[in-house]
Nanobody
Framework: QLQLVESGGGLVQPGGSLRLSCAASGFTLDYYNIGWFRQAPGKEREGVSCISSSDGSTYYADSVKGRFTISRDNAKNTVYLQMNSLEVEDTGVYYC?????????????????????WGQGTQVTVSS
C-alpha cells in the first residue's frame, strides 16, 4: 500500500519547537517533490514548505521563513519539517504531499494541485 504518514504534531507553547516527520511506505521518495501544507479551521489549505527531488531546492511561505526548515533523508524515505519559534498562527493540521517527478527536473511549488499523494495529517496546536 502506497502511503505517506505524518507524525510529530502536538501541543506547544508560543516560542516552542516541533519536528514533523513524513514517512513514505510502499514507494521511494527519490523521484518525488515533497510539500508540507497546513489547514486551520475555516481557512483554505496553504503551502508551508517544499523540497525538490532534483537538487534539494527548498521553498518556504513568507510566514515561516527563518523559522521552519525542511529536509529529506532518502535513506530513511522520510522528509522532516523542523518548526521553531512557533506562533499561535501556526496552529492547524499539517499535511505532507508527494508529487511524482520521474524526470527529476521539476521544481516543487507551494500549491496543492500537482501533488497526488497526501498523508492523513497531524495536528499542531500552539497555545499558552
Amino acid at each position: 500500500q502506497l502511503q505517506l504518514v505524518e507524525s510529530g504534531g502536538g501541543l506547544v507553547q508560543p516560542g516552542g519547537s516541533l519536528r514533523l516527520s513524513c514517512a513514505a511506505s510502499g514507494f521511494t521518495l527519490d523521484y518525488y517533490n515533497i510539500g508540507w501544507f497546513r489547514q486551520a479551521p475555516g481557512k483554505e489549505r496553504e503551502g508551508v514548505s517544499c523540497i525538490s527531488s532534483s537538487d534539494g531546492s527548498t521553498y518556504y511561505a513568507d510566514s515561516v521563513k527563518g523559522r521552519f526548515t525542511i529536509s529529506r533523508d532518502n535513506a530513511k524515505n522520510t522528509v522532516y519539517l523542523q518548526m521553531n519559534s512557533l506562533e499561535v498562527e501556526d496552529t492547524g493540521v499539517y499535511y505532507c504531499a508527494a508529487e511524482f517527478d520521474p524526470t527529476v527536473q521539476v521544481m516543487c511549488i507551494l500549491r496543492p494541485r500537482p501533488y497526488d499523494r497526501w498523508g492523513q495529517g497531524t495536528q499542531v496546536t500552539v497555545s499558552s
